[in-house]
Each structure stands twice: as structure tokens, then as C-alpha cells.
């Protein structure tokens, strides 16, 4: 005994605990009594022989004792630091692969407070999410899954993108086109994997574009529509039982194709109307794009009074041509030239706003039928 050191006498102590195979309950107990840390049963007996080898390992390197306490916390603090890693690597791989992007902050000020659906926006998604404590005091559940719907150009991605900004969480665009590139048989399993990718992510906003390409109606479509849309329908569920901060957001300009399954109370949390700006969400989207020409005098409320009916679309066609119009005037005359308020009346006409009469009617009517918030 007297050249045997003595840790090695510990361990022999150890020794019925180095043969027997504790039961995994015994094994969560003993771990939790060593580090205070409480593992599930099955993680639990996985790593007990492993913590046991470590106190051998670091008792080696020491050359002492190092005790069963120290090993414990040494051996499980090194083993979440290189799950995190191994976790953040994957996630950096996946969101790669994905085209995640990064949007800034600022976009959400882009919309005036009073554009629709701004204020339901942030009220039913962006506070809850960023006031979780006193969301949870009050047993608000924020939405996960959400759609909007409205005519085309008025805003659906650029809203979906303001709120991935202003919570400056990941934003990942899935147009349906994506999941058709392997053929139309795999459009199923390509909505699947890329659902079994999402799921592990966190603070990010999925978007899917022209959603009713995906979710059509299942009686007017297709084999091929009805399976996507089977699909789809399996996935959301596992998408809303996940703990991970994940807001999907699918738009479509044509809610009266989607299949009724898709509307129904408990799929999406919020089906929410985009379209029809007001006065002052003119000004604001006027007001940017004009910040980014060489203007003159602008009386912006004639300008926006000018501009019934257009769609932030229409107005950011507007301004291309301006901008075009601008540069050609100064080429031709050789002189500075500023957009005045001259410029924009002489431009305008030109542009046929998106926003009728019988369009807004339309609207109106499904605003009516689907709105649910
Ligand atoms: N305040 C705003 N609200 C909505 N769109 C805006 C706003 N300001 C600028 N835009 C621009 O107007 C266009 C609106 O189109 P988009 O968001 O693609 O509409 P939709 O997805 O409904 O077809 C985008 O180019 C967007 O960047
Ligand atoms: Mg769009």
C-alpha cells in the first residue's frame, strides 16, 4: 500500500461505485448532490462512468486527489461549454445555407405609427416578445404564427422585415419557387426538412412569400397541392410546441385560395390585413425617399393628397422614375436640378395607382370575412 498514492486509495473507496451500474435515477441523484446541476435520467446514467473517468484523468495530472465534488463541476462545466459551441457552429451552418440576413433596426421607422397594421403589430407581437417578463405575469401568449394578407405592394414583406429589425432577430425568406427546385415531387420534403432546420434555430423570423402557392385550396388543386399543404399542416403544430423564439410569417395577395384548414382558429394565431395607407404613412414613405433626392421646394401635402391610392409599391416606382426624370433633366440642360413640387404633379398622373375603387371594396369584404387578431 505504502507506493500506492493516494487518490488511488479514494478511487478503490469509489470502487463498488466504479463497478456497480447505478440505476439512472441514482445517477441524476448523485450528480445533483456533487454539482447542484439536475440532468434527465437518460443524460444522467450516459455520463456518470464519464464523470468517473475524469476524476481519474485530472486526479492523473495533478498528481493528487482531485475529489469527486471538482471533478464533477470540471467535467460538466467543459461539457455544456462544448455543446454550446458545437450548437452556435451548427446554427451559424444552418442559418448560412438558409440566406439568413440581418436587418437593421431602422426599417421599422420607415412606417409611420399610424400605417396599418403598425400599432396591432407591436402590440400583439413586438411587446410581448420584448416585455416577456410582464407578458408572463399576465398569461399573455405571443403569436408564433402569423399571416398577412392584402393587395399586392403594400407592404406584407417590407412589415415582415421591420419586425425581424425591431427585434433584431434573424430573417429567413422562403418563396414557394424554393421548394419546387428539385421537382414538384419533393416539394413536400423540401418544406419538411427546411421546417426540421428552422426548429432549431432561435430569434429568427421565417417568411414565406406567395403562401398560397403552398396552402391553395386542397379541393381545386392538385395531388401535388394537397400534399404540400398535408405537409405544411403537420408541420406548424411542431413549430408552436417548440420552446425557441421563432415567428413564422407567411403573406399571400389572394386569401380567398387558401385551403380552409389554413384559416381555421388554432393555425395561424393572427391573420392580419396589410394595405391602404393613410395620409400620414404616405408622408413618412414620401418623406424617406424624397430624403434621398436633390429637392427644391416640396409642399408634401399636396403631394401626398396627389397620391391617393398608391401603394408604398407605387410610390417607390414613383421615385424611380423621379429620380431617372432628375438625372436626365441635368444632363440635357447641364444645370442643378431639384425635384420640386412641380416635378412630382408632373410625374404623378403618369402612375396609375393600384388602390381602386373595386380593388379597396374587395378588401374591405376580406378584411371582414378573415381578420383575426
Ligand atoms: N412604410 C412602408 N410600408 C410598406 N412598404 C414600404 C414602406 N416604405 C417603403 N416601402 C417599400 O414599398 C414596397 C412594398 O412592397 P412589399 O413589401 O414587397 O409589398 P407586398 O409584400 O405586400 O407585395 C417595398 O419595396 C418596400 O420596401
Ligand atoms: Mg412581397
Redesign the pocket.
Given at each position: 500500500m505504502e507506493d500506492v498514492p493516494s487518490y488511488y486509495i479514494e478511487v478503490g473507496v469509489m470502487n463498488e461505485n466504479l463497478h456497480d451500474t447505478p440505476s439512472p435515477e441514482e445517477c441524476v441523484a448523485r450528480i445533483f448532490e456533487l454539482s447542484g446541476t439536475k440532468l434527465e435520467p437518460d443524460v444522467a446514467s450516459g455520463l456518470w462512468q464519464q464523470i468517473l473517468n475524469h476524476k481519474w484523468f485530472l486526479s492523473e495530472k495533478v498528481g493528487r486527489d482531485i475529489g469527486m465534488r471538482a471533478a464533477c463541476i470540471d467535467f460538466l462545466e467543459n461539457i455544456q461549454q462544448a455543446t454550446g459551441e458545437y450548437k452556435a457552429y451548427k446554427n451559424r451552418n444552418i442559418l448560412n445555407e438558409m440566406g439568413a440576413q440581418v436587418i437593421g433596426r431602422s426599417i421599422w421607422n420607415?412606417?409611420?405609427d399610424t400605417?396599418p397594421p403598425k400599432q396591432l403589430v407591436k402590440r400583439r407581437i413586438i411587446l410581448p416578445l420584448t416585455r416577456e417578463g410582464l407578458s408572463r405575469k399576465h398569461g399573455v401568449v405571443p403569436p408564433k404564427t402569423i399571416l398577412?394578407f392584402?393587395?399586392?405592394?403594400?407592404?406584407?414583406?417590407?412589415?415582415a422585415r421591420a419586425i425581424a429589425g425591431i427585434l433584431s432577430w434573424w430573417y429567413v425568406e422562403i418563396a414557394p419557387s424554393m421548394l419546387m427546385v428539385d421537382g414538384m415531387e419533393k416539394i413536400g420534403a423540401n418544406l419538411r426538412s427546411i421546417m426540421e432546420k428552422v426548429r432549431i434555430l432561435d430569434e429568427l423570423v421565417l417568411f414565406i412569400?406567395e403562401f398560397e402557392e403552398i396552402a391553395a385550396s386542397r379541393d381545386n388543386g392538385d395531388r401535388i397541392d394537397k400534399s404540400i399543404t398535408n405537409e405544411f399542416l403537420k408541420q406548424l403544430p411542431l413549430l408552436k410546441n417548440q420552446g425557441n423564439k421563432i415567428l413564422l410569417v407567411c403573406?399571400t395577395?389572394y386569401i380567398q385560395q387558401l385551403d380552409e384548414a389554413m384559416l381555421r382558429p388554432g393555425r395561424f394565431d393572427c391573420i392580419i390585413p396589410?394595405g391602404g395607407l393613410d395620409r400620414e404613412?404616405s408622408k413618412?414613405?414620401l418623406q424617406?425617399y424624397l430624403s434621398k433626392l436633390n429637392v427644391g421646394e416640396i409642399d408634401l401635402n399636396q403631394v401626398a393628397e396627389m397620391t391617393t391610392g398608391f401603394?408604398?409599391?407605387d410610390?417607390?416606382y414613383l421615385f424611380q422614375k423621379i429620380a431617372q426624370f432628375a438625372f436626365e433633366q441635368e444632363l440635357a440642360t447641364k444645370q442643378d436640378y431639384r425635384v420640386t413640387t412641380e416635378t412630382l404633379l408632373q410625374i404623378i398622373p403618369t402612375i396609375r395607382p393600384s388602390l381602386t375603387d373595386k380593388t379597396r371594396e374587395k378588401f374591405e369584404k376580406d378584411i371582414v370575412a378573415y381578420s383575426r387578431f
Open positions: 420607415t412606417i409611420a400605417q398577412f392584402g393587395p399586392p405592394g403594400t407592404g406584407k414583406t417590407h412589415f412569400d403573406a395577395n396589410v404613412g413618412t414613405i424617406n401603394t408604398p409599391a410610390i417607390e
